[in-house]
């Protein structure tokens, strides 16, 4: 054979070799790690949940309370797997049952992101928990208490989470730096409505944090979250729904401090962990336009400006394996601006007043103890006084957290 096909004849077996080699599939190869989160509770109230309100606030539709008595809460299935050596995925499925004992099926996170991008940049597409602040990134598993602040319940329906892309860049320097920006569709409160063709929101965030000797470290931050809302629903007192459209914009501190003796957290560690939301909103309400007695006419169109602001502060102190207590406060405020108008002849009225009491700062005082077997397993007895409106409702939560499966290791 001449040179020319002996070559060939080389080339074409390599090839074939190849592609019998890209055919090959180990058993373990791509299996995807898959677990099961399950969060069971019973609660008790002195007030009816489904009556649940913060004065001066419009609530998202997910910001209430959780079904009184025996519930099994939101349980998360999670696969999640590297793709190739490029691409990574997760998918996170939440489960959970309403009042009447039907399930519901909501898609937390679904995924991907880049695991090879040059100079400290990472990509990530899909729908996914924002990371602005530092709580709302989190799944509710990973919380230290059995429910969110009541500022990321007022301002935020809980937590942010869209659809959307997100650009994240570490550069390399000696002390943690991480800067960010999020594109998001803008469907979620406190966006609404997929404003501007299905592109609504945007954030931006900058974290950083380090090592203080041996025992300290420590992380804080601030984030920019901004949104656009069309026809976005609330509860607004006697007078049923209110659907708003304007803007939403919201501005996040967030600072965390850890201690474990040596860098050892098992046995003995504190962590005190805190959070200052202002959010701005400016649009109009479409609600009822209401006579004498709350009688309903027609709809009408308000002019809407707030400003709303809280924080919490709160602290977990483990001082034995196993064992955990944690103390947290609360306190929100909102200073909102609604007219007063003649709906009917010789009817004035204040759509201020839907919202509760201008003159109270809903506030919250929540205590916890917890006892883990394992990292798998975790049970939580909590107790919280809330004075979310003037009458003061007591709470107690017992919760257990059990993983089933593969589980990755929390961030920081």
């Known amino acids: 054979a001449t040179p020319f096909v002996a070559c060939l004849g080389l080339a074409a077996g390599g090839l074939a070799a190849g592609a019998a080699a890209a055919q090959q599939v180990t058993g373990n190869a791509f299996n ?9 509770k019973f609660t008790s109230f002195d007030n009816e949940p489904e009556d649940y309100a913060i004065s001066g606030f419009l609530l998202g539709e997910e910001a209430g309370l959780s079904n009184e ?11 999640s797997s590297n793709v190739d050596d490029r691409f990574y995925g997760s998918f996170t499925a939440a489960l959970a049952t309403d009042a009447d004992g039907e399930t519901e099926v909501e898609i937390e996170e679904a995924y991907l992101q880049t695991l090879a991008l040059p100079e400290g940049f990472t990509l990530k597409a899909g729908r996914f928990f924002s990371d602005i602040g530092y709580l709302n990134v989190q799944h509710a598993h990973r919380w230290e208490f059995a429910d969110e602040p009541l500022v990321y319940r007022a301002l935020l329906g809980t937590q942010y989470g869209d659809t959307g892309v997100q650009l994240k860049w570490l550069p390399p320097t000696e002390r943690y730096i991480e800067l960010g920006a999020e594109v998001m569709r803008g469907s979620s409160f406190p966006a609404g409505g997929a404003a501007n063709d299905g592109v609504g929101a945007f954030s931006v965030f900058a974290h950083t944090g380090g090592d203080v000797g041996a025992s300290h470290s420590w992380r804080g931050g601030v984030s920019y979250l901004s949104t656009k809302s069309e026809g976005r629903e609330s509860p607004f007192g006697e007078l049923g729904d209110a659907s708003f459209t304007g803007d939403s914009d919201v501005a996040i501190a967030d600072f965390v401090w850890k201690w474990a003796e040596n860098g050892n957290p098992r046995a003995r560690n504190f962590v005190v962990q805190g959070e200052y939301l202002f959010r701005r909103e400016d649009g109009n309400l479409l609600t009822q336009e209401p006579g004498p ?10 002019p809407y400006d707030g400003e709303q602001q809280g924080f ?64 798998f397993s975790r049970l939580r007895l909590q107790l919280a006084k809330d004075r979310s409106t003037d009458d003061g409702d007591t709470q107690f939560v017992l919760q257990y957290i059990m993983s089933l499966g593969a589980h990755g290791a929390h961030s920081f």
């Open 293 to 302: 007695g709350f009688i309903s006419f027609a709809q009408v169109l308000v």
């Open 32 to 40: 995807p790690a898959i677990s099961l989160i399950l969060d069971g």
């Open 312 to 375: 919490y502060l709160q602290g977990v102190y483990q001082w034995r394996p196993r064992w955990r207590a944690g103390l947290r406060y609360d306190r929100i405020s909102a200073d909102n601006d609604l007219p007063v108008l003649e709906t009917v002849p010789g009817f004035f009225f204040d759509f201020n007043e839907p919202l509760g009491d201008a003159d109270h700062d809903p506030n919250r005082i929540t205590a916890m103890v917890d006892w883990s077997h394992s990292e």
């Open 69 to 79: 008595g025996l519930s099994l809460d939101e349980s998360e299935l999670v696969i």
